[in-house]
């Protein structure tokens, strides 16, 4: 890789700010200064240093966030604030992106990654990785709603949803539930409860296949996963 690119993708700056600091001598390849900002390194075995700071080198980025209501599951947007937009800059400059969509009014685990080829197999519908939701719902869920979430409902489109696990967790005229799907429908849970006659007004995603929301984050924090948590998911979706 050249220099000026593993540095502007580190964060050092443009492309243009890193010539100036290759120019000033800043930059040292096994102690080496480099100024040619063509020269090639390889960072897994080269050390590389600005200004006596060792560059960290990391080609993917991996993040859980708890998303917040009122952000949008998107790179950009000319009229929201979209999850990307409250990263630090530190984790920005990856370029990612989130893995599938939450709903704008809709909050929880989100995971946000610049590896395409593992958003890819967690978002498969082949690969069948569950996703679980916690809801309130407006009305009563009942034991009806649970056979026909398993059976798979009629959405207002004519689509036929696989099955879901529908769990009752407090039945009222507000009623808690948990809900587990394979599947990644527009509105698919709001979509799942109106065609039995209900209203979603509070949703939020718990899990994702094997990774559950690290219920210390508040809403609109994010940590990179751990090594086991990647693990995790690399094993539930195959790759």
């Known amino acids: 890789m050249r ?52 560059v960290e080198y990391k080609e993917f980025i991996y993040l859980m966030m708890n998303k917040p209501p009122g952000i949008i599951s998107a790179t950009e947007d000319n009229h929201d604030q979209t999850v990307i937009d409250i990263l630090e800059h530190e984790d920005a400059i990856f370029e990612p992106f989130p893995v599938g969509r ?61 099955p879901g696990m529908l769990t009752i967790l407090e039945a009222g005229p507000i009623s808690k539930i948990e ?9 698919q849970v709001k979509r799942m409860f109106e065609a039995v006659g209900k209203r979603v007004i509070y949703l939020k995603r718990i899990q994702m296949g094997p990774l559950p929301l690290d219920e210390t984050l508040e809403l609109g924090e994010y940590r990179e996963l751990t090594q086991e948590e990647l693990e995790l998911l690399r094993n539930a979706s195959g790759k």
């Open 102 to 162: 939450l709903d704008k009014d809709t909050e929880g685990l989100l995971l946000i990654t610049n590896d395409g080829q593992l958003a890819h197999q967690l978002l498969s519908p082949k690969k069948h990785v569950p996703k679980t939701y916690y809801a309130h719902i407006d009305g009563v869920v009942s034991e009806e709603d649970v056979v026909a979430f398993k059976n798979g409902v009629v959405l207002d489109d004519g689509y036929e949803t696989k």
């Open 3 to 54: 220099i000026d690119k593993l540095l502007a993708n580190m964060g050092f700056g443009t492309r243009k700010e890193v010539k100036q600091l290759l120019k000033k001598g800043s930059v040292r390849v096994n102690e080496e200064i480099v100024k040619d900002a063509k020269t090639h390194v390889d960072p897994d075995v080269q050390q590389v240093t600005v200004n006596g700071e060792q």
């Open 179 to 187: 809900l587990i799907i394979t599947e990644g429908k527009f509105h």
